[in-house]
């Protein structure tokens, strides 16, 4: 199994920049989350897709960001224009289905530093 | 207040020893997931709970839903165990949403 497939890995950028961080789930599951990780707050969720439409958008931080999953193997996050404030690793993690004792598998996720 | 607490925030052990963490949470809760995450940044998903106990391997987990506390064990301590280990929780009525505690950072010395 290829699990969850994040890219890039790293991404070093300047402010004002935009930037977009991509997945693609494991095959025949239908949810799809994306996390933000920083020393400060940990792992917060952003954004929660189910069957390719989001279901909870809450946790994403302002307007610079937008998440969208066109179809079932690829959702993509973008942040415009980014702020060194945005500087994270963000992990992708998908799961069958949206029941409670769902297991989450994790991509290995996206280190970002806004310059 | 943070809605999930974790005890200790960091912990050393020595190989061999028996190791708890605690995570304790505020809200109520369809389930309670605990997690790993490597040095590398890797996360895997060790338990999901929402009752009474689970093993596998050495590691345990247990949920008191009435006084919103789990705890991880780990028996026969290695250093491959050194980790951050996560509690994370499903809050009743928000299907998939994780609220996570901060991390407990632990590490196992020959």
């Known amino acids: 199994d290829a699990g969850v497939i994040q890219s890039p890995r790293h991404e070093v950028t300047e402010m004002g920049q935009e930037v977009t961080l991509r997945c693609k789930p494991i095959?025949?599951?239908?949810?799809l989350f994306w996390y933000r990780q920083t020393m400060m707050r940990g792992l917060e969720l952003l954004i929660y897709?189910?069957?390719?439409?989001?279901?909870?958008d809450s946790g994403m931080p302002e307007d610079r960001f937008s998440a969208k999953m066109p179809n079932a193997s690829f959702s993509t996050l973008k942040i415009q224009p980014s702020e060194p404030r945005d500087s994270a690793v963000y992990f992708c993690?998908?799961?069958?289905?949206?029941?409670?004792?769902?297991?989450?598998?994790f991509g290995p996720g996206t280190r970002l530093t806004v310059l | 207040k943070n809605e999930v607490e974790q005890s200790p925030q960091n912990l050393t052990a020595q190989e061999g020893e028996f190791i708890t963490i605690n995570c304790s949470y505020s809200?109520?809760?369809?389930?309670l997931h605990w997690l790993q995450q490597h040095p590398g940044g890797g996360i895997v998903s060790l338990f999901m709970?929402?009752?009474g106990k689970k093993k596998h391997g050495r590691l345990i987990a247990t949920i008191n839903i009435q006084e919103k506390h789990s705890s991880l064990h780990i028996t026969a301590s290695h250093p491959r165990d050194s980790a951050v280990y996560i509690c994370?929780?499903?809050?009743?009525?928000?299907?998939?949403?994780?609220?996570f505690g901060t991390g407990t950072r632990l590490q196992v010395t020959l």
């Open positions: 993690a998908s799961s069958q289905g949206l029941a409670v004792l769902n297991e989450q598998f």
């Open positions: 095959s025949g599951h239908n949810s």
């Open positions: 897709f189910n069957n390719n439409v989001p279901i909870d």
């Open positions: 809200v109520g809760i369809s389930a």
């Open positions: 709970l929402s009752s």
């Open positions: 994370a929780v499903r809050r009743s009525g928000t299907a998939s949403k994780l609220t």
